[in-house]
């Protein structure tokens, strides 16, 4: 696991801005601090910073194929780079080490831009292909590892992360109000846009090709429009009809089997590293699953890592020894209080780039560093199993609301809902059968199924700019979803619906990325999540939604596909959200610093993202200790993050690099 | 101040948070208007439990009392008669 980053001039000879090499690497320091790689032409840059994982001795990057003509900067992991390179072998490509990313290029010349589609694994990397001057881009199915591009001046800036590209001498993107409209909205950006104007990242599963004379199906904005870019892989569902036929025992028992022996496999290829690999364990039951399935299954011996809270609304720790003593890990937890949320804060929002609604990623950065303190580089973790197998509360709503659609006088069918969130049954009948009956009258919508939770969210748009009011009430956002969508989506049944826009927006846009990716690496800590095996994925987009969600129960058959391995306590216990106390985290007293340096201060106020006359009531409020609602906390952590990431990005960020900027020493340029 | 009034300013403090814009008149639905999510409509009771001093029943928590300007005066002023 790494941090890539380069610039391209097709056209000119590549002059680059002093020290270019050494802020663009320096600023990802954290993705890899063992080795700092460059490599250059008078075309192209290449960046590279090493954590390694796979072989340790001569893994080095930029690295080339047998003639040079090839060059590659690489991060993550191809899980399979055995088997494909006993392949390639075989038709005759030479390798010069045993690391997965010169498999990379030799696979890339063998199968050109399809190559992909033979990898298992966690990736995103750049090839240069010298003969050619063609820059190829390539990111994993789910977008685990993320990769960003803008252009400047005619050149084509990328890297893992935004600072890299920020990092780049001249490239100043300020933040978006109309990007922020859509966190404010979707709670992420969807792709291919970014909190910042002018940086679009590249969607999950795709590729592109950036190339002088290209003329392919040109990129949608931001992405430079000279990018071409290549869909290679969507999840892809079964029609509603198949959701809903009946189900032999035979068949179902046929799925269970198979789903077992798919995990196995998943876990099993993720624990090949040159490194020791341990595993988070949540107490819930995916990370459970997957810690007492390697303990089964081989006889790696497992290190586990937990976080738990001080505040006991929080807090699983329980769960989680209980889960560790019946595998017999060696388990190790840190714990959290609002406290350290607040001191984290700012070093989180530097890490997620993007505002966000919760402190949720502030617990998973202490985490990680837990991990790494231990000394360990890669942890297994259970995410994605709730977008594979239907385990999150969106999924069993959009059922219910279906449900009630079909009868919207009911009043049993829509009493169902407090069945999912037990709070609500404080909430007065009649709204919510208002609220949750938004859009009720149009079961066909694409978006039926997250309608609720948009509208419950949209309101926060008010605390922005006219220009991000405005470009929410446009909903360029929801049209840019809708080009995602597969050709076939209009028959998928509510629940596939729904994991789909899972997927295509939180997954990789929240979870992999500021709860994931941006946590782990942070700390120089790489995931790898099983339930994301393309392989087990697909195998469960496949089969009936009612194995999956049985009545409304969720993850059904992957309860039954591990019940032998888990204790029936976990095994049966409601699905507790992973949540973090937020705007209580900042009364003490760094909150409280945060908030006067951030939401208080006039002066350094911006006009052209914020609407300043909000701000004053809604610190009021929080002083007041009278934030009870989703909604005031949402409002509040998505202020304070946007209002740390526009200092940290903007007028900050000269400061924030001065200590991470590469000496000359620690660049290793790279030969042919 | 009367009682108009004082329910249009809390809820221009407490869930416009000072903006008064999107409350475009008397009659509009705050739930359907997003001025007010589900959990928002406990604040507003406890608000007129203590401000007006009510006892609000569960059978009074509809709509028909409390998605509007115009009905949360009504409601009041019927309360504060009986």
């Known amino acids: 696991m790494c941090g890539i980053c380069g610039v391209v001039a097709l056209e000119a000879p590549l002059d680059l801005p002093f020290e270019t090499p050494e802020r663009m690497i320096g600023v990802m320091r954290h993705r890899g601090p063992d080795e700092f790689g460059a490599w250059r032409d008078d075309h192209a840059f290449l960046g590279h910073a090493r954590l390694s994982i796979i072989d ?20 993550g992991e191809i899980f399979n780079y055995p088997e494909l390179t006993a392949e390639l072998t075989g038709l005759g490509h030479v390798f010069r080490t045993r690391s997965d990313t010169e498999a990379i290029v030799h696979a890339y010349e063998q199968w050109g831009e399809r190559c992909v589609e033979r990898f298992n694994g966690q990736f995103a990397f750049a090839i240069w292909d010298r003969r050619e001057r063609r820059l190829f881009l390539a990111r994993d199915r789910f977008g685990i590892r993320p990769l960003f591009v803008a252009e400047q001046d005619g050149r084509l800036l990328f890297g893992s992360e935004i600072k890299a590209l920020r990092a780049y001498p001249g490239f100043e993107p300020a933040l978006d109000a109309t990007a922020v409209a859509e966190v404010f909205t979707y709670w992420v950006n969807v792709a291919p846009a970014t909190a910042f104007e002018g940086v679009a990242q590249l969607p999950p599963g795709h590729t592109a090709i950036w190339e002088a004379n290209r003329h392919g ?36 028992e046929k799925h269970r089997q198979e789903i077992r022996r798919l995990l196995v496999d998943a876990a099993v290829i993720r624990l090949r590293a040159d490194v020791p690999v341990g595993a988070y364990l949540s107490g819930g039951l995916d990370s459970s699953a997957t810690a007492a399935l390697i303990h089964s299954e081989t006889d790696h011996h497992l290190k586990t890592f937990s976080v738990g809270f001080s505040d006991p609304d929080f807090d699983e720790t329980e769960w989680q020894y209980a889960m560790a003593e019946h595998i017999g890990t060696e388990h190790v937890t840190v714990k959290v209080d609002a406290q350290d949320i607040a001191e984290r804060f700012a070093d989180v929002v530097w890490q997620t780039e993007t505002p966000i609604l919760r402190t949720a990623p502030a617990p998973l950065h202490a985490l990680s560093g837990l991990a790494r303190s231990e000394n360990f580089k890669v942890v297994l973790t259970g995410e994605g199993a709730d977008e ?18 079909r009868q919207p006088d009911s009043l049993r069918r829509p009493a169902l809902l407090t069945r999912l969130y037990p709070y609500l049954k404080q909430s007065p009948p009649e709204f919510l059968r208002r609220f949750y009956g938004a859009g009720l009258d149009a079961p066909d919508d694409p978006f039926f199924s997250h309608r609720p939770r948009w509208k419950n969210t949209s309101p926060l748009v008010n605390f922005l700019a006219p220009r991000g009011v405005e470009a929410a009430a446009a909903g360029e956002a929801a049209g840019r979803l809708l080009h995602w969508l597969p050709s076939d989506f209009d028959r998928y049944g509510p629940v596939a619906r729904a994991q789909f826009l899972e997927m ?33 994925a697909e195998y469960a987009a496949q089969i009936p939604a009612s194995l999956k969600l049985q009545s409304l129960n969720e993850k059904a058959i992957l309860k039954k596909s591990v019940a032998d ?71 509040f952590v998505g202020l304070l993050s946007g209002r740390v990431l526009e200092k940290d990005f903007g007028p900050g960020f000269e400061h924030r690099l001065a200590s991470l900027r590469l000496t000359p020493d620690e660049l290793n340029w790279r030969g042919d | 101040m ?79 008669a009986a």
């Open chain 1, 56 to 75: 340790l001795v001569s893994g080095q990057q930029p690295l080339c194929n047998e003639d040079g003509r090839y060059w590659i900067t690489f991060n």
């Open chain 1, 217 to 252: 199906n040109s990129a949608p904005a931001p992405l430079p429009p000279g990018l071409s870019i290549r869909c290679y892989w969507q999840p892809e569902f079964r029609s509603a009809a198949d959701d809903h036929r009946h189900v032999e025992k035979a068949e179902a």
């Open chain 1, 388 to 405: 594979v197998f239907v385990g999150y509360n969106i999924f069993r709503e959009a059922k219910v609301r279906s449900f009630w659609s």
């Open chain 1, 504 to 536: 295509t927006t939180f997954l990789s846009g929240y979870l992999l990325s500021s709860q994931g990716d941006r946590m782990l690496m942070g700390n120089s800590v790489e995931g790898r999540f099983p339930f994301l095996d393309h392989h087990l």
């Open chain 1, 565 to 635: 391995l888990l204790p029936a306590n976990i095994l049966q216990r409601p699905k507790q959200p992973y949540r973090a106390p937020d705007s209580a985290s900042f009364a003490g007293a760094r909150g409280r610093e945060l908030v006067a340096e951030h939401l208080e201060s006039d002066t350094s106020l911006n006009h052209d993202v914020w609407n300043l006359q909000r701000l004053p009531a809604l610190v009021r409020k929080w002083q007041a200790g009278r934030m009870t609602s989703v909604r005031d906390n949402q409002a």
């Open chain 2, 2 to 80: 009367d009682t108009r009034e004082a329910v249009r300013n809390y809820i221009i403090e407490n869930f416009l948070f000072g903006d008064a814009e999107p409350l475009r008149g008397d009659d509009i639905s705050l739930l359907d208007e997003g001025i007010m999510d589900s959990v928002g409509v406990m604040e507003l009771v406890a608000f007129l439990e203590q401000d007006f001093g009510l006892a609000v029943e569960d059978d009074e928590l509809v709509p028909e009392n409390l998605d509007s300007i115009s009905n949360l005066v009504g409601f009041i002023t019927r309360k504060q």
